[in-house]
């Protein structure tokens, strides 16, 4: 378990901020491929959202979540940063997730300073992957590596549905409804994530979503778009 210091309180706090969409870590301008979906025509309603959200959640959701999970528990943030970028096939992803890794690196040292953070700061000026940044963050928050990779898989889905609601004109309501039917596979989700990063580095699950890193290059090639990616 994470040994860092605070309360069990404190961490709960701590870990709210960090999961609130709020959070200025740059989430809100990136639809986690929900925007090239729609337009395949692939989510239509709240049912297709669902699915998309869960197909994510058990396989680039996995990843991420393993992966700050695995750094909050305090392995090499260097070499989990080349792990995540062995598991990011999509140049396009691998190019948003050091965006979002940097744009956390800059919050999470304002909001939460760490000599952890900045080494992986200096070391990767451009920026590491946002799940190592996200774990190293809860670390330095106090939080446990179970509570980084629930923070991983909520992000995976949530951001998802909040991009769903602003395409399609979707219900928010019926949006959170599925967030809210998703909490058993979040839980699962979390869950293994957590158990992997225990076991080292090479036990890190590397699930993947081919559909999702081809559409990712597609995307990224579109002149117009709403979402960054």
Not at 39 to 55: E, P, Q, S, V
Request: charge should be neutral.
């Amino acid at each position: 378990m994470n040994d860092r210091p605070g309360s069990a309180e404190s961490s709960r706090a701590a870990l709210l901020i960090l999961a609130d969409g709020r959070f200025p870590a740059g989430g809100h301008a990136h639809s986690g491929g929900v925007e090239a979906a729609v337009k395949a025509g692939r989510i239509r309603d709240a049912a297709g959202l669902g699915a998309f959200c869960h197909g994510r959640l058990h396989t680039s959701g996995l990843t991420a979540a393993a992966l700050a999970a695995a750094a909050a528990a305090g392995l090499d943030a260097l070499a989990l940063d080349a792990a995540a970028d062995a598991r990011t096939a999509s140049p396009a992803l691998r190019t948003t997730a050091r965006r979002l890794g940097r744009q956390l690196m800059r919050a999470a040292r304002a909001v939460w300073p760490s000599p952890e953070l900045d080494a992986l700061a200096a070391a990767r000026p451009k920026g590491a992957h946002q799940p190592v940044v996200l774990g190293l963050t809860a670390r330095a928050a106090g939080l446990t590596e179970r509570d980084a990779a629930y923070c991983a898989v909520y992000e995976t889905v949530s951001g998802s549905a909040s991009a769903a609601v602003r395409l399609l004109g979707l219900d928010p309501f019926e949006a959170t409804g599925v967030l809210a039917s998703l909490a058993p596979a979040m839980d699962q989700v979390a869950d293994r994530a957590t158990a992997a990063a225990r076991k080292g580095i090479d036990e890190l699950p590397a699930a993947s979503a081919p559909l999702l890193d081809i559409t990712a290059e597609q995307h990224a090639a579109w002149p117009v778009r709403l979402f960054a990616s």
